[in-house]
């Protein structure tokens, strides 16, 4: 049997026999329940918190309870933990933590993991530090104050005297346990782990192929399936001939999937599923299956009619979302620049397709899932077994990349319902045409924008607006608007200083599933302001980012409290991580000083500009490209991240260098189209990502901040298909306000 296990020097049993000992009630911090320490004698383990645990062996055992899916996260959240408590990074090994309720959420998604958690992990091994010099204090018979933890070991400062935690673990997780008002965390100039750009813990294994993705798992009298899902949103089985299917050698069962009614959710797509002794049969058996299927309202779903519709709708006035000043009317045309901008459907298309293997039996279900989300997974996969949700045990693979389409468990729920069909253990696998498909699509979207200049070319009146179908119509039936956190999302909060501001809304069904892509709307809304912006400068004839500058206005802490909204701010207070337009201004110097100690740009060449703020951080990106006879050339791209405080440098800028290549595959290439109802792309050959050629050299500045961490994963997206198109019109005089732009050009 192979399962997922932890990093380095730990077996399953032990991985088991840790996180089987903690039902006890081991949680604490954002949940709120109970927390109390207990020691694994059994195992010469003992238990500090919900998230550390320390061996007889000095092994410190820190659990991630976020999802690593590239971004580093196994390592960040370690870091924290272990910089408070003063462990050794040498004696650390990385546990996976299970779905558990007791962690809070761990939806790794939305770019929250160090955002949302540096300060309770901090606490958390504060929390464990301290018991440990509890525990030394009570053996020496001195005063806490006489005693302090360092590099593994707590000491004593009237002696040489010192134990290491190892030899403390029992005793401390017997000690109380403080209160988190009474813990005393670091000041940052004591940082040890935090701020180090330290390897991540999964390399070693990623490079030798130890380490255990969704795809690896492999059971005990396990079975394959392949899915042949409804290829329009809405349909289902009409009739079935599956003869030739089972006559494929493997092939065992052919069973029928419910098509769920209602809104989509996270429940199964339904359909016929082949059941194989292996994948390769499954998936010859589903190519023999003969299915038709029923009609479905959405049918007639044609993405070129509905953009077009789209782009009707956006000139038309629409539902006001924020205002500041007056509702303009006067828009002279000699003084007035209008433009709309488009961005077809797009799809996730991580490396690997979702994948999950499940095994129900009377006692519940286990699960292996590639997972952004495993107490969703949990949640989803009890109610479509109609079991209680602590029957169901979610196990978290690593993840091949997921950017936001992991977090949507219906392939976990695919893999239950089947398993229980069948009663033994199943392994659902989507093939990249699987997921190409039938995924949970990024919006298709148009937007309109419109300035006034006055007399002194100045911009004095400003109005915006926005269609596309909601992410919420995925939850539920009926929805044609997009929600206020949709437009939250690099549309009504960006923090313009103008006399008069109009944001408005337009309706838009949808007829497929609309889901969070990395960096979520902010991809349209940024694409939007940002080229828009470059065209107002154009128009006033100075530089982008001297645009930017007049727009923003000076320095200040905006909360749009009299523009008729409230600002959502990606679920954070204001007071800590304010809309702070003196960022905005320090990267506009910083990119500003850069770009004029750069070569101009050289002849059918031409430098872009675009800066957004999203998931409470703030990024500006600079971009060069050469057209000649057509053909697009991105030769360098700047990208400047003020992010606050940063856990783990390298990471940061292998993200935002991740960003850069996963915001120009979208500007210059992403496009899903729709005919019939029914997508026409299917693998990377039709929908395609940038190769190694195309890349431009990338360059990312990490300005240091003191503010507090912010989001990292999705914010270096949203600006670089702006400063992408910015930069072609500088270097062609042609404005693209449609994406991608290899309808136009060649790359």
Known sequence: MTTFTAVENISRRDVLKLFGAAGGGLA??????????????????????????????????????????????????????????????????????????????????????????????????????????????????????????????????????????????LDAAKQKVPEIESLTLKPASEFTHIGQSKTIVDMQAMLDGKAIYGYDIKLDGMVYASISRPPVLGSDVASLDDTEARKVAGVIDVIQLPVPKGAPLFHALGGVAVIATNTWS?????????????????????????????????????????????????????????????????????????????????????????????????????????????????????????????????????????????????????????????????????????????????????????????????????????????????????????????????????????????SVCNIQHAFGIGSFVDELAVKANQSCIQMWRDILGASRKETFANQGFEYGNYGEELAAHPVDVGRYHHLLDIMEDKLAKLPKAAKNQGWGFAIHRSFVSYVAVATLVEVIDGKLRVLKTIAAIDAGLVVNPDRVKSQTEGAVIFGLSLAMMGEITFKEGKVEQSNFHDYLLLRLPQCPDIEVILVPSNANPAGVGEPGVPPVAPSLTNAIYAATGKRYRDLPLNRDLSL
């Open 28 to 169: 604490l911090g954002a949940t709120g329940l109970a927390w109390s320490p207990m020691a694994l004698a059994q195992d010469k383990l003992a238990m500090m918190n919900m998230f550390i645990a320390i061996g007889e062996d000095n092994k410190v055992y820190l659990t991630c309870h976020r999802s690593e899916m590239g971004q580093g996260i196994r390592t960040g959240i370690p870091q924290v933990l272990a910089d408070e408590l003063e462990a050794d990074w040498d004696n650390i090994v990385v546990v996976q933590g299970l779905a558990d309720k007791r962690y809070g959420s761990q939806n790794t998604d939305g770019s929250r993991s160090i955002r949302k958690h540096y300060t309770r992990m901090r606490q958390m091994g504060a929390m464990a530090r301290t018991m440990l010099e509890m525990a030394a204090a009570e053996r020496w018979q001195v005063a806490l104050t006489e005693v302090y933890a360092k590099a593994n070991k707590v000491h004593h400062k009237g002696s040489n005297k010192s134990l290491s935690f190892g030899e403390l673990a």
């Open 282 to 518: 499954a998936m010859q058996g589903r190519k023999a299956l003969k299915v038709t299927w029923t009609a479905s309202v959405n049918d007639s779903h044609d993405t070129d009619k509905y953009m077009a519709e789209l782009v009707v709708n956006v000139q038309k006035p629409g539902k006001v979302m924020r205002q500041l000043g007056d509702s303009v009317q006067d828009w002279p045309e000699k003084s007035t620049l209008n433009a709309v901008y488009t961005v077809p459907y797009l799809t996730h298309a991580m490396m690997e397709p979702p994948v999950a293997t499940a095994h129900v039996t009377s006692e519940g279900c286990e699960l292996w899932s590639s997972t952004q989300t495993p107490q969703s997974t949990q949640q989803n996969v009890a109610g479509a077994l109609g079991i209680a949700e602590d029957k169901v045990k979610v196990n978290v693979t690593l993840l091949g990349g997921g950017f936001g389409r992991k977090s949507k468990p219906d392939f976990s729920v695919e893999a239950a319902i089947i398993s229980k069909r069948l009663n033994k253990p199943v392994k659902v696998s989507w093939t990249r045409e699987d997921e190409i498909q039938h995924g949970y699509y990024h919006a298709i979207s148009a937007q309109f924008y419109q300035a006034r200049f006055d007399g002194n070319n100045k911009v004095d009146a400003f109005l915006a607006r926005t269609g596309f179908p909601s992410i919420s119509s995925t939850f539920a039936e009926g929805v044609d608007m997009p929600s206020a956190g949709e437009l939250d999302l690099g549309f009504s909060d960006v923090p313009l200083a103008l006399p008069h501001i109009q944001l408005e809304a337009v309706k838009a069904t949808a007829h497929t599933r609309i889901g969070w892509m990395r």
